[in-house]
């Protein structure tokens, strides 16, 4: 028996981007009656199935934050088993993690957005993510400022990454219900990213190949990471299909298809071959045909509307500096 209604408070009437305290933001609140399938289960077990749009460690946050209620009291334990004819209200509040950082106005090159999400054409430089020694300035501030609804979502609905200087297409959630959507496909690998990649030396053999190496923090520095034997140390798969599109003595230009998204991945990989992306220095790159970042470029992004379920394909243009230095080797990518 499922039977809900749900409540939307009053939203704010301004959002104040100079203060350091949150907003007031809008919340939704559902109203929950259980009914007999739901007699004697577990409390995060039953939220799962009557607000089924969110994750459930979503859910098992608001009860541990004490914005769910069984009949008038804050539950308390996501254990909490239920009875028949319960009173469940839930109320979808913003992440703490998200209220933590500010709002920013930042230029957002937008290549698709609709109410549900977003597809960012990042440019080399920028960070995704507030870390230590970037606490502000990032895309995550920037979303923040363009949509302040982005404030009800963890990392302001970021669902993947790319490095600071690495540039091109990443897709971002502007609801629970699409970051948590988009998070299960990324995991299913429905959503297809590919990129270019410009590595020293010259290409010989196979214009095809299949990188299967499990990557894995670098035991001798911490700020790298490594292929690594599983069987020895901790580490997660990582497959990287990479197609040969022009070379010369100097370099190569690759075409490079994630089936899985570790970090550094493709840095990694490429080092790993012995063709590491010139000007990457962490991973043996060495500055070249005037490149002064990694030469790394997230081209084409593609997945299934979580919504619409249309089929959506994008494609970022060659960044100006990485098509210079396909012209100083003389590599022509169409």
């Known amino acids: 028996m499922r039977n809900t209604q749900t409540i939307i408070s009053t939203p704010p009437t301004s959002f104040d ?4 305290e949150p907003a007031d933001f809008e919340f939704e609140r559902r109203e929950l009656l259980l009914g007999p399938a739901h007699h004697n289960v577990r409390l995060d077990k039953v939220l799962a199935d009557l607000v089924p749009e969110f994750s459930r460690s979503y859910l098992q946050q608001l009860i541990d934050s004490g914005n769910v209620f069984v009949n008038g009291k804050a539950a308390g ?6 009875k028949l004819a319960d009173r469940c209200q839930v109320e979808l ?17 937008l290549v698709f957005q609709d109410e549900h999400l977003l597809v960012v054409n990042k440019p080399a430089g920028l960070v995704v993510h507030p870390a230590p020694g970037n606490w502000s300035g990032t895309l995550m501030n920037g979303l923040l400022g363009f949509d302040p609804q982005s404030f009800m979502l963890p990392r302001a609905g970021i669902v993947h990454r790319l490095d600071k200087d690495t540039s091109g297409l990443m897709v971002v959630a502007r609801t629970r219900e699409v970051m948590d959507a988009l998070v299960r496909a990324i995991a299913a690998r429905d959503v297809r990213r590919q990129y270019l990649a410009l590595g020293h ?9 299949q990188i299967d190496a499990p990557v894995g923090r670098d035991p001798k520095s911490r700020l790298r990471m490594a292929v690594v034997d599983l069987a020895t140390q901790a580490g997660k798969s990582a497959r990287t299909d990479m197609a ?14 994630l089936h899985t998204g570790r970090t550094h991945q493709i840095r990694v990989h490429m080092a790993s071959i012995g063709h590491p992306l ?21 081209i084409q992004l ?28 003389g590599l022509k990518y169409n």
């Open 302 to 329: 593609s997945f299934v509307h979580p919504i619409t379920l249309a089929s959506l394909v994008f494609t970022a243009p060659v960044p100006p500096d990485l098509v210079a230095a396909f012209d100083s080797w």
């Open 278 to 298: 010139v000007a990457d220095q962490l991973y043996g790159g060495a500055f070249a045909v005037g490149m002064q970042r990694q030469a790394l470029h997230a």
């Open 93 to 109: 509040r913003p992440t703490a993690q998200s209220q933590s950082f500010k709002a920013e106005t930042m230029p957002l090159d």
């Open 77 to 82: 334990k996501a254990s909490l088993k239920v």
């Open 244 to 257: 040969f599109l022009a070379g010369c003595e100097l370099g190569c230009l690759i075409q490079c298809n």
């Open 17 to 20: 981007f100079d203060s350091s």
């Open 201 to 209: 030396g010259n290409w010989v053999g196979d214009k095809h190949r």
